[in-house]
């Protein structure tokens, strides 16, 4: 079990961690948290209906992070498309964003949180040394989207693309001030891949 999920009879996954690797993945899911902000019903005093009633933004976040874990809905990735066709799809994506993105950071907010209580409730459990985290079937669902977006997070904060480019970053040499985020990136790898497998039917 140490290092990467197991399924649990019944239904769920277990993993074991030392502190060390639970304070890496809360610090990087509250990390995540504060990259994704505040919801509508935050930012307006805890209003729930200007949380029900709120339009979410219609062009695409700056930052590079928050690009890659709120994409445009409809992009031609070659740049092969006619003028007129490319500015139908930004019109039709604005539309998209408009009524789907406070729910999508409403989401990966609700994953990041759930990875952060059962983080903090194990915490206690290893006292400074290992402990084993049990996920229940909806948990795992919800680590699954979190390990998701911090990877999505660090590959946007590394610039990787696709896989050729964390080969190539794995071979960093220990100086490299990238290196550390390199290492986590693959290690959250590991750990989503597993947890996929216990997912499985």
Known sequence: ??????????????????????????????QLMEIIGPGPAEE????????????????????????RLFPDAYVDPEGTERPEKAEEQRAYSAEFRRYTENDLRAGKRENALAVIRSLDGLRAAAGGGEAVLKLTPEESVRWLGALNDLRLAIGARLEITDEDDSDVLFHLSDEDPRKPMVMAYLWLGGLQETLVSTLMP
Not at 4 to 29: K, T
Not at 44 to 67: H, I, K
Request: charged share 20%; aromatic share 4%.
């Open 1 to 30: 079990m140490p290092g990467h999920f197991e399924p649990l009879p019944g239904g769920g996954a277990a993993v074991a961690l030392d502190d060390v690797e639970i304070s890496i993945i809360r610090s990087l899911a509250v």
């Open 44 to 67: 307006s005093g805890g209003d729930p209906l200007a949380e029900l009633f709120a339009e979410g933004p219609s062009e695409p976040p700056s930052d590079p992070v928050l690009r």
